[in-house]
């Protein structure tokens, strides 16, 4: 759904498509790339924890995995014009688009609730996450407000 968000388009669907597929070979690029570190790192003997190297064997795993997926099925849509014709429906619906808008705002909605939260008990707890959490914070307001004065301008 993610990717789905950033290359959708309007015009020609198969060029949606095309640019869909290019974002799901990026993803099976860094993922192997991910997996490969931490594969390589385990049989460097780097001194990171277990878990690191397990999150980065697993997680790029997991990420290259999820573009194969994506590609062969938007591969297979590509190819058979009653699929191709359902699916630009399903995208373009308008309701879908207030749904998946209206998901989103939620979501960061109760994300931001979340940090600030977990700020308020961390600040006592540990420093350092504190400090991870303002500066993510800091950094979502940033992107907010530079994606709202972008579509102000665009839109």
């Known amino acids: 759904m993610i990717l789905r968000l950033f290359s959708a388009g309007h015009g020609d ?16 690029v860094l993922g192997l790339a991910a997996a490969c570190a931490g594969f390589i790192l385990a049989y460097m003997e780097a001194p990171l924890p277990d878990m690191a190297m397990g999150f980065y064997g697993g997680f790029g795993t997991g990420i290259a995995v999820c573009g194969v997926a994506g590609l062969i099925g938007t591969r297979r849509t590509m190819k058979d014009p009653k699929k191709l014709r359902a699916s630009e429906i399903k995208e373009t619906d308008e309701r879908g688009h207030e749904v998946t808008r209206r998901a989103v705002s939620l979501t960061a909605l109760v994300l931001i609730i979340l940090i600030y939260v977990a700020m308020m008990v961390s600040i006592a707890v540990n420093f350092a996450v504190f400090l991870t959490l303002i500066a993510t914070a800091a950094v979502f307001f940033v992107v907010f407000l530079s994606s709202v004065a972008y579509y102000n301008h665009k839109l």
């Open 13 to 28: 669907y198969l060029e949606v498509l095309r640019r869909r597929c290019w974002l799901f070979g990026l993803c099976i």
